[in-house]
Each structure stands twice: as structure tokens, then as C-alpha cells.
């Protein structure tokens, strides 16, 4: 069965420091994963998908399907990027997304 | 254009209660998918619907009941609310494209006493 795993809680940075959020995960098939994002009061939304291989807000990650991981990195956290993230995985055969437990990200001043 | 919106946005029930939380999308998706959400449990899928006229159980369905009602709507029900329900609850859509992009609505906070 699919699972993800995002090991940190909590995740607190100062302002201007690098952040790495990490996921990891276990699938026997090919996966599709994606970093969905939670800003305070507003609804759970996509931030990026490894299949497109792109930087959205100054975050990228790269699917290493060796350790099987999908960590999600910025390299200068800006205050707005404190918020809730959830790595996900997506299995088509079965029409399913499934989430980690989230990582708060509190970037501090 | 609303995308996915979800009522009521805050409810109290007492314990045996039952309620209904409804869902609609305005963007001609196919799936539909119910999520709890918990401290330090992530979100958990209770049920989704691939296509209208089909549900299936997800990894927390005990409690709960849902009817994909037309390709626009999809309704959760708790015939007899329990203090372990109390959560927030998310209903999302998926698009036609064969990808996990989830749409999702803005929640809804249900407290069983």
C-alpha cells in the first residue's frame, strides 16, 4: 500500500535561511507526488507537482526515486511562506491522493 | 466561477446527533473526495467518487455515508455523530486529466460534543 511519510511536525527557520521540508515515500508503482500548501485561513491549495519540474515561489523539489524521497526546498525562507505543507502521492489505478501528516513551517523574523 | 464550496462552514452537534455536510463544484470534474483532517494525523480520505453514480470507501470511512447525488454534488452524512468525528472536513475535486490536482473547498468545522 502506498504511504508518505513528512517526518517533521514543525519546521522553524529565520527569515533569509534555507528550508528543506522532507517526504519520503513507499509505492511499488511509478508515482506522481505533489507539495500542496496551507496558508493560515485560506483553503489547501497545489504549490507544485515533480512532473512538471518547476519553481513556484521560490520552492522546487526533485523526485529521487532511489530513497525514494520528494523533498521540498527554498533557498531563502520569506515570512509568508510560514504555513501548513503536505506531500502527497497520487496512484491513478486507484483514483487516490494520499497525504502525509503536514509540516509546519514557521519562518521567524 | 466558485470552484468547490462546502456548507455549513461551522457546526456543534451533541453525541447521536446526525448531520449532513454537502458539497458542490462548479467545474465539470469527474471525482469528488471527502477528507478529514486531524492534529498530527494529516488529512485521511473517508470516501471519494471517480465518476457520478459510483463511491468508494476511503482509509477512515467508519461513521459515515455519502451519495454522489449528480456529477456536481457529493454529500457526507453522520447518522449518529461521535466526539471522535469532531475534525474539519474538506471536500475536493479532480479534474479530468489523469493527475493528482486536487481542487478544494474551504472546510467545514464540525465539533461533536
Known amino acids: 500500500a502506498q504511504r508518505v511519510t513528512q517526518p517533521e511536525k514543525l519546521l522553524s527557520v529565520f527569515k533569509g535561511a534555507p528550508v528543506e521540508l522532507k517526504c519520503n515515500y513507499s509505492?511499488?508503482?511509478?508515482?506522481?507526488l505533489f507539495w500542496y500548501v496551507q496558508y493560515s485561513r485560506q483553503r489547501l491549495q497545489l504549490l507544485l507537482r515533480h512532473i512538471s519540474r518547476e519553481s513556484i515561489k521560490g520552492f522546487t523539489a526533485d523526485l529521487n526515486k532511489g530513497e525514494t524521497s520528494f523533498h521540498l526546498k527554498k533557498p531563502f525562507a520569506q515570512e509568508e511562506d510560514s504555513a501548513m505543507y503536505y506531500c502527497a502521492l497520487f496512484t491513478g489505478g486507484g483514483n487516490k491522493l494520499t497525504f502525509g501528516t503536514g509540516t509546519q513551517l514557521k519562518v521567524e523574523l | 466561477n466558485a470552484g468547490v464550496t462546502q456548507t455549513p462552514k461551522f457546526q456543534v452537534l451533541k453525541t447521536g446527533q446526525s448531520m449532513t455536510l454537502q458539497c458542490a463544484q462548479d467545474?465539470?470534474?469527474?471525482?469528488m473526495y471527502w477528507y478529514r483532517q486531524d492534529p498530527g494525523m494529516g488529512l485521511r480520505l473517508i470516501y471519494y467518487s471517480a465518476s457520478e453514480g459510483t463511491t468508494d470507501k476511503g482509509e477512515v470511512p467508519n461513521g459515515y455515508n455519502v451519495s454522489r447525488l449528480n456529477k456536481r454534488e457529493f454529500s457526507l452524512r453522520l447518522e449518529s455523530a461521535a466526539p471522535s468525528q469532531t475534525s474539519v472536513y474538506f471536500c475536493?475535486?479532480?479534474?479530468?486529466?489523469?493527475?493528482?490536482?486536487?481542487?478544494f473547498g474551504e472546510g467545514s468545522r464540525l465539533t461533536v460534543l
Open positions: 509505492y511499488s508503482g511509478s508515482p506522481e
Open positions: 467545474m465539470n470534474h469527474n471525482s
Open positions: 475536493a475535486s479532480r479534474g479530468q486529466r489523469n493527475t493528482g490536482e486536487l481542487f
